[in-house]
Nanobody, 125 residues
Framework: QVQLVESGGGLVQAGGSLRLSCAAS????????MGWFRQAPGKEREFVGA????????YYADSVKGRFTISRDNAKNTMYLQMNTLKPEDTAVYYC??????????????????WGQGTQVTVSS
């Protein structure tokens, strides 16, 4: 079972930037698509973005498109989420997740089988 550890969260003013990291254990990181999700208090966990195993394709929720960028460094077993122009509505716990081997839909959380513990992102207005 892979272990995923997020880092980089914190408190930032609206309009600011943060970069989240997701470090994965094991030697199979490069074989799987990876995703970022977030969950605000009282809300469902929602898709933020995903990246295919080789980094050749990325996908984003409409709410973050143009502001957030996902990347990965397979040599370091690490995925990143660069978040720019942050808004108060981006406040949430952010989770990274590893996709199932036969994933068919990057946008659905049921397609991911391993999750990190989450990192808090708070954007003040």
């Amino acid at each position: 079972q892979v272990q995923l550890v997020e880092s980089g969260g914190g408190l930032v003013q609206a309009g600011g930037s943060l970069r989240l990291s997701c470090a994965a254990s094991g030697r199979t990181f490069s074989l799987y698509a990876m995703g970022w999700f977030r969950q605000a208090p009282g809300k469902e966990r929602e898709f933020v973005g995903a990246i295919r195993w080789g980094g050749e394709s990325t996908y984003y929720a409409d709410s973050v498109k143009g502001r957030f960028t996902i990347s990965r460094d397979n040599a370091k077993n690490t995925m990143y989420l660069q978040m720019n122009t942050l808004k108060p509505e981006d406040t949430a716990v952010y989770y990274c997740a590893r996709a199932r081997a036969m994933m068919s839909d990057v946008y659905t959380k049921d397609q991911y089988d391993s999750w990190g513990q989450g990192t808090q992102v708070t954007v003040s207005s």
